[in-house]
């Protein structure tokens, strides 16, 4: 099957340094990928939704100077976390699919406490 | 108005008994998926069961199966003879035409399972 990998799972960082979080599709392009944030015991909210070779499309409140996602392949996409703040910290995912109606795969997350 | 509901923040079920768990949507487009996805307290995200807004008969996929009202707008889903491994946390999540928002899927906020021995 379809498999998305995600790197790192988890990551420690401190206030004002940047955080880079690689999704990659293994066995299949993905010209889409999206990225979501989750709080714990909550829902799975879109931050942007990455387009190779092209700017992301990012949701409404999501800051793109502070998420800055890069697609530069049909198999990679990065999501830099800049200037991190403690409010940053959270459940970073990543998902695409292989094709259109398939379901999402997902990577198995990120982590992230900026201290 | 949020686009997809799940209403029981938690529930409980005893071991290899069957459960529901409930999902409404709100979407004026005619194609849509309807996905449910189960993430453990580990982090991953695992694919359980797809109902497409065409199809005629109810998915099922081994012990999940989706009962899918189309006029109520509502997906849910049942596990039948649950196991201790089911308890997790369990979204319901929807995909909106073939042409418009990429593809994005929404999500539900979401129900906490937890089964008992």
């Known amino acids: 099957g379809a498999v998305v990998s995600q790197h790192p799972s988890w990551v420690i960082c401190k206030s004002g340094t940047s955080v880079k979080i690689e999704c990659r599709s293994l066995d299949f392009q993905a010209t889409t990928m999206f990225w979501y944030r989750q709080f714990p015991k909550q829902s799975l909210m879109l931050m942007a939704t990455s387009n190779e070779g092209s700017k992301a499309t990012y949701e409404q409140g999501v800051e793109k100077d502070k998420f800055l996602i890069n697609h530069a392949s049909l198999t990679l996409s990065t999501l830099t976390v800049t200037s991190a703040h403690p409010e940053d910290s959270s459940f970073y995912i990543c998902?695409?699919?292989?094709?259109?109606?398939?379901?999402?795969?997902f990577g198995n997350g990120t982590r992230l406490t900026v201290t | 108005a949020q686009k997809i509901t799940q209403t029981q923040p938690g529930m409980f079920v005893q071991e290899k008994e069957a459960v529901t768990l409930d999902c409404t949507y709100d979407?004026?487009?005619?194609?849509?998926?309807l996905f449910w996805y189960k993430q453990p307290s580990s982090g991953e995200m695992i694919f359980l069961i797809y109902q497409g807004s065409y199809d005629q008969q109810n998915a099922t996929e081994g012990r999940y199966s989706l009962n899918f009202q189309k006029a109520r707008k509502s997906a849910n889903l049942v596990i039948s003879a649950s196991q201790l491994g089911d308890s997790a946390m369990y979204f319901c999540?929807?995909?909106?035409?073939?042409?418009?928002?990429?593809?994005?899927?929404?999500f539900g906020d979401g129900t906490t399972l937890t089964v008992k021995p």
């Open positions: 998902s695409a699919r292989d094709r259109y109606n398939s379901p999402l795969h």
């Open positions: 999540a929807m995909r909106e035409g073939p042409e418009t928002n990429a593809g994005k899927s929404t």
């Open positions: 979407t004026s487009d005619p194609s849509y998926g």
